[in-house]
């Protein structure tokens, strides 16, 4: 991140600039490269199938936050009913993936996660997808819990 009055660095295509990080291409090694059709790829990304898998982590992470909310009495009059988490979902085909978004609901649910941190512990709180090892770093790999040659 530049400083203030700096100028911002050169994009690393790392950013959600909508294409893939090196032009698509993953080096294997030995020489051999994978490169993948982006446009292909941006569709799979895009398929309702993948929206529907990240509504429902997205919904499991609105429920967890809403049970783990403790408002402040001061403020939780201004929400009486209402819950204090939603969700948006965005798919935009001109954008690299659809994602969902979970996010207070009002100022009963911004002033709890200030307070509590309410999002953070539901993100902690709720199953990792199979194949992760903690919550959501990186898939187990092959032959447990480290990999060959891995050290401690």
């Known amino acids: 991140m530049a400083g203030w009055g700096a100028p911002e660095p050169a994009p690393t295509g790392d950013e959600?600039?909508?294409s893939l990080p090196n032009g698509g291409e993953i080096d294997l090694g030995n020489g051999h490269v994978?490169?993948?059709?982006e446009e292909a790829f941006?569709?799979?990304l895009h398929r309702p199938e993948t929206e529907e898998a990240i509504v429902r982590r997205g919904q499991v992470l609105?429920?967890?936050a809403n049970s783990l909310a403790a408002p402040s009495?001061?403020?939780s009059k201004l929400a009486?009913?209402?819950p204090l988490y939603t969700m948006s979902v965005q798919n935009?085909?001109?954008t690299t993936r659809a994602r969902v978004r979970v996010r207070p609901t009002n100022i009963a649910g911004v002033v709890d996660d200030a307070v509590n941190?309410?999002?953070l512990k539901a993100l902690d709180s709720v199953e990792a997808p199979s194949g992760y090892k903690d919550h959501y770093g990186d898939p187990i790999p092959e032959g447990g819990e480290h990999a060959e040659g891995a050290e401690e």
């Not at 994978?34 to 059709?37: A, Q, R, S, T, Y």
Request: hydrophobic share 30%; glycine share 8%.
């Open 34 to 37: 994978l490169k993948l059709n």
């Open 16 to 18: 959600d600039s909508g």
């Open 73 to 75: 009495p001061h403020v």
């Open 80 to 82: 009486e009913g209402e």
């Open 42 to 44: 941006r569709a799979l």
């Open 117 to 119: 941190s309410t999002l």
């Open 92 to 94: 935009d085909p001109d």
């Open 62 to 64: 609105v429920d967890a």
